[in-house]
């Protein structure tokens, strides 16, 4: 892992590049890095990305250009320049346009090179070992992102959005990863330590002149302060639920007695055969996920294991997790099978309603192309006590399954997210909003009960301590490898 100062770690001896069949040379500190930055596979074209002081160097070293007047070093930044990559034999490997950004106009604020070759992957890989022979070294994830932080391209949160930018599937998550990348949220949070350093600046003064006993810090304007700031903060903290339902999806619980249609179901939620279908009870033994986009919202449906009396201790337990995953859900789609209304109506409605409180339960009368129309009523009838939303389906014939997604949807109850919202859907961001609303509340806290200038500095600047970790004002490397190293090689 590189340190804080933008050093890469040395590498002593040449390895092989597992999957491409590329050789890693020796690095030094500080050095150019180079990566394909096209998903893994063949396709049209390929991207190869350097980037570092040496990088127009060592492509100079193997491209040809098409016009031999030309000269790479020599080139403007922004152009994009047709030749040939060849080897040391002078045998061209490929037919290439190569792009030249200067530093520090650039992605990563150094020179870059992108090179476009066709999507061979030996074309790929043979570039690539090329252009590590001229001493350049193999990027590691994310590298080429971290580094346009260290240099000043972006603040950590930005950072962070180019991966959910790449991630994105839907037009919410799309459009939630842009706001963030482009710097409303870390303006917010700049905002707030801005004004909050202007006031910790006077109480510190304070100290200065503690046997004065004087006040530079207005505690009125500070109490009012530290009011907005609290709102602010928490306003954010909330919009965790639906920024995290966005980019992970809605948790939907399918649950219910044993052979009620729950695989049925999410086999068709999910168009595939994802879980197993069988007359025999108690198949299902464990929760089966997959992710679905419905009306561009995106469901994380989960398809459990029967509730129903059992003495198999392994049954037992996904009936356990059963009810673990009804409490993570958002939304529960309760299926009963209308052929055969269990006798134990009662003790099931007591299970799930202990475990779904709070929240959105539909609901789902299965196999209604089963019984006869009269007998929709008795079956209303025996689940009086239920008073959410109710549906009639038949999940193997298709049978009202489209008026299935339209209440799925509307259940969700998303905000449709607008260019310049602030939406937090990052555990990290969330987690250091928790804590820097804690120190403003003590500071809150502090101004009612009369603290001292000295206790209020400590909580003003924990709370600033907080927001800059978000932003990155305050990182170390630890966290620096845990938020770069998920990111694709090329990135």
């Given at each position: 892992m590189k340190n804080s100062n933008n050093n890469i770690s040395n590498k002593t001896n040449p390895v092989p590049l597992q999957g491409l069949?590329?050789?890693?040379?020796?690095?030094?500190?500080?050095?150019?890095?180079?990566?394909i930055s096209?998903?893994?596979?063949?396709?049209?074209?390929?991207?190869?990305?350097?980037?570092?002081?040496?990088?127009?160097?060592?492509?100079?070293?193997?491209?040809?250009?098409?016009?031999?007047?030309?000269?790479?070093?020599?080139?403007?930044?922004?152009?994009?320049?047709?030749?040939?990559?060849?080897?040391t034999k002078n045998e061209i490997i490929d037919d290439v346009l190569v792009t030249i950004f200067r530093a520090p106009h650039s992605y990563t604020g150094e020179d870059i090179i992108e090179?476009?070759?066709?999507?061979?992957?030996?074309?790929q890989k043979k570039i690539l070992q090329l252009i590590i022979n001229q001493g350049c070294s193999l990027a590691e994830p994310g590298e080429f992102t971290q580094r346009a932080f260290l240099n000043g391209k972006m603040d950590l949160s930005q950072a962070e959005a180019v991966a959910d930018l790449i991630a994105s599937d839907t037009a919410a998550s799309h459009r939630m990863a842009m706001n963030q990348m482009r710097g409303g949220f870390s303006d917010?949070?700049?905002?707030?330590?801005?004004?909050?350093?202007?006031?910790?600046?006077?109480?510190?003064l304070e100290l200065d002149f503690s046997e004065e006993d004087v006040e530079f810090a207005d505690r009125t304007q500070l109490k009012d302060l530290s009011a907005e700031i609290e709102d602010v903060i928490t306003k954010l903290s909330n919009s965790f639920n639906i920024g995290n339902a966005i980019k992970k999806g809605i948790p939907v619980a399918l649950v219910g007695e044993t052979n009620v249609g729950k695989s049925t179901l999410l086999n068709f939620l999910l168009n595939e055969d994802k879980a197993i279908?069988?007359?025999?009870?108690?198949?299902?033994?464990?929760?089966?996920?997959?992710?679905?986009?419905?009306?561009?919202?995106?469901?994380?449906?989960?398809?459990?294991a029967g509730i129903?009396?059992?003495?198999?201790?392994?049954?037992s337990m996904g009936?356990?997790?059963?009810?673990?995953?009804?409490?993570?859900?958002?939304?529960?789609?309760?299926?009963?099978?209308?052929?055969?209304?269990?006798?134990?109506?009662?003790?099931?409605?007591?299970?799930?309603?202990?475990?779904?409180?709070?929240?959105?339960?539909?609901?789902?009368?299965?196999?209604?192309?089963?019984?006869?129309?009269?007998?929709?009523?008795?079956?209303?009838?025996?689940?009086?006590?239920?008073?959410?939303?109710?549906?009639?389906?038949?999940?193997?014939?298709?049978?009202?399954?489209?008026?299935?997604?339209?209440?799925?949807?509307?259940?969700?109850?998303l905000p449709e997210i607008q260019p310049g919202d602030i939406v937090v859907n990052n555990i990290r961001h969330y987690e250091a909003l928790q804590k820097a609303l804690t120190a403003?509340?003590?500071?809150?806290?502090g101004l009612e009960s009369g603290l001292t200038g000295d206790f209020l500095s400590q909580d003003i600047r924990e709370c600033m301590h907080f927001l800059g970790e978000i932003t990155g004002q305050i990182s170390n490397n630890e966290i620096l490898g845990n938020i770069f190293g998920k990111f694709c090689i090329g990135k």
């Amino acid at each position: 892992m590189k340190n804080s100062n933008n050093n890469i770690s040395n590498k002593t001896n040449p390895v092989p590049l597992q999957g491409l069949g590329v050789t890693i040379s020796p690095l030094g500190v500080g050095g150019t890095i180079a990566a394909i930055s096209t998903a893994p596979g063949t396709g049209g074209i390929a991207v190869i990305r350097i980037s570092g002081a040496e990088a127009i160097k060592y492509c100079n070293a193997i491209f040809q250009p098409s016009n031999k007047a030309i000269q790479l070093t020599e080139q403007e930044a922004n152009t994009v320049i047709h030749g040939n990559i060849i080897d040391t034999k002078n045998e061209i490997i490929d037919d290439v346009l190569v792009t030249i950004f200067r530093a520090p106009h650039s992605y990563t604020g150094e020179d870059i090179i992108e090179i476009s070759c066709h999507g061979s992957v030996y074309i790929q890989k043979k570039i690539l070992q090329l252009i590590i022979n001229q001493g350049c070294s193999l990027a590691e994830p994310g590298e080429f992102t971290q580094r346009a932080f260290l240099n000043g391209k972006m603040d950590l949160s930005q950072a962070e959005a180019v991966a959910d930018l790449i991630a994105s599937d839907t037009a919410a998550s799309h459009r939630m990863a842009m706001n963030q990348m482009r710097g409303g949220f870390s303006d917010e949070l700049d905002r707030l330590r801005s004004r909050l350093l202007d006031f910790v600046s006077l109480v510190e003064l304070e100290l200065d002149f503690s046997e004065e006993d004087v006040e530079f810090a207005d505690r009125t304007q500070l109490k009012d302060l530290s009011a907005e700031i609290e709102d602010v903060i928490t306003k954010l903290s909330n919009s965790f639920n639906i920024g995290n339902a966005i980019k992970k999806g809605i948790p939907v619980a399918l649950v219910g007695e044993t052979n009620v249609g729950k695989s049925t179901l999410l086999n068709f939620l999910l168009n595939e055969d994802k879980a197993i279908v069988s007359e025999i009870h108690g198949t299902t033994r464990d929760s089966i996920e997959d992710l679905v986009s419905l009306g561009g919202i995106t469901f994380r449906f989960i398809d459990t294991a029967g509730i129903r009396n059992t003495k198999d201790k392994i049954e037992s337990m996904g009936i356990e997790r059963t009810y673990q995953k009804i409490e993570q859900a958002s939304i529960v789609l309760w299926i009963v099978d209308c052929t055969q209304i269990s006798e134990h109506i009662e003790w099931l409605t007591d299970r799930i309603a202990k475990r779904a409180e709070g929240k959105k339960v539909i609901l789902i009368f299965n196999k209604i192309d089963k019984i006869l129309e009269e007998e929709k009523e008795v079956l209303s009838q025996l689940f009086d006590q239920f008073e959410g939303e109710r549906l009639y389906i038949s999940a193997k014939n298709r049978i009202n399954t489209g008026e299935l997604e339209k209440v799925l949807i509307k259940a969700a109850q998303l905000p449709e997210i607008q260019p310049g919202d602030i939406v937090v859907n990052n555990i990290r961001h969330y987690e250091a909003l928790q804590k820097a609303l804690t120190a403003i509340r003590n500071v809150s806290e502090g101004l009612e009960s009369g603290l001292t200038g000295d206790f209020l500095s400590q909580d003003i600047r924990e709370c600033m301590h907080f927001l800059g970790e978000i932003t990155g004002q305050i990182s170390n490397n630890e966290i620096l490898g845990n938020i770069f190293g998920k990111f694709c090689i090329g990135k």
